[in-house]
């Protein structure tokens, strides 16, 4: 019995190693995009979206907007939309794209290229991510004055308050995935609260992963992936590095991240396997 000792060992060992995910690097920009904060694929016009800060994280200097690339990185456009602040989350619904700036939820017409309208969220001043569910309900994640809003035929109403450290949204069905500091949590339709799983940095970029797991990034430089029992991996750390990790974008279809670097100015993408 014990000339088995050795190989089972090895076995559990190297089931335990198989089980793991990784990110391989595909492609990265050149250092030309000006703090990028969110990434938005659309895939049906090969198309990410990028909102572009250009400027500090929180300043409302005009400077801001929103460019476009293309899915393998590829300069499309990089004033497709300015005249933003601090651009933060992207959210997309039809021919609308919705971009958190500050104090409001920016409206941008895709087809023409123009800004709709601006959407006021009262006592705003930390907007940062945005979500679009299955049904046009947009939510908006203020973090310094800790609440998440949804907007409803264009009209705000507050959804959740004391979310301390509020950041990261998804909406999946009638369910909101949120970051609250360094917790992933998820509201229902009731606005009941549970804990899905706690990373080691506070949480900015959310993205399911379709069998109940998620990615989640944080914004000094980590790509988490979080298991829908709670079990957290790390695939990226470059914080030594001094890059970023803000809000991914995802491409299902092809399990491709993109990741926007914020203060290192690029967008990389990374394949997940």
């Not at 800060?53 to 929103?66: R, T």
């Not at 300015?82 to 920016?106: E, H, Q, W």
């Not at 109940?212 to 990034?217: H, K, M, N, R, Y």
């Amino acid at each position: 019995m014990k000339k088995l000792l050795f190989p089972a060992i090895f076995f559990i060992s190297f089931s335990l190693n198989a089980q793991k995910h990784q990110l391989v690097k595909l492609w990265e920009t050149d250092t030309i995009i000006s703090v990028p904060e969110s990434v938005l694929p659309d895939l049906n016009k090969n198309i990410l979206y990028v909102s572009l800060i250009d400027g500090g994280g929180w300043d409302e200097d005009g400077k801001g907007g929103v460019g476009k690339l293309s899915l393998s990185g590829k300069i499309i456009d990089t004033n497709f939309i300015t005249g933003l602040n601090a651009p933060k989350g992207l959210g997309k619904f039809g021919n609308r794209l919705y971009a958190a700036d500050i104090r409001d939820v920016v409206v941008i017409d895709i087809s023409k290229g123009k800004v709709e309208k601006k959407i006021a969220i009262p006592d705003a001043s930390g907007l940062n991510d945005i979500t679009v569910s299955n049904k046009g309900l947009v939510y908006v994640s203020d973090s310094k004055t800790s609440k998440i809003w949804k907007i409803e035929n264009d009209q705000p109403s507050l959804f959740l308050e004391n979310v301390n450290g509020a950041n990261g949204l998804k909406a999946i069905g009638n369910d909101l995935i949120f970051a609250e500091g360094k917790d992933l949590k998820k509201a229902d339709v009731n606005k009941k609260i549970a804990l899905i799983a706690t990373v080691t940095e506070g949480i900015d970029g959310i993205e399911p992963l379709g069998n109940g797991d998620f990615l989640a990034t944080s914004w000094v430089g980590y790509i988490y992936y979080v298991h829908a029992n709670g079990k957290v991996e790390t695939l990226l750390e470059t914080h030594d590095q001094k890059i970023n990790s803000a809000d991914i974008g995802y491409n299902a279809a092809k399990k491709i991240v993109y990741v926007p670097t914020f203060l290192h100015k690029t967008i990389a993408a990374y394949q997940l396997r």
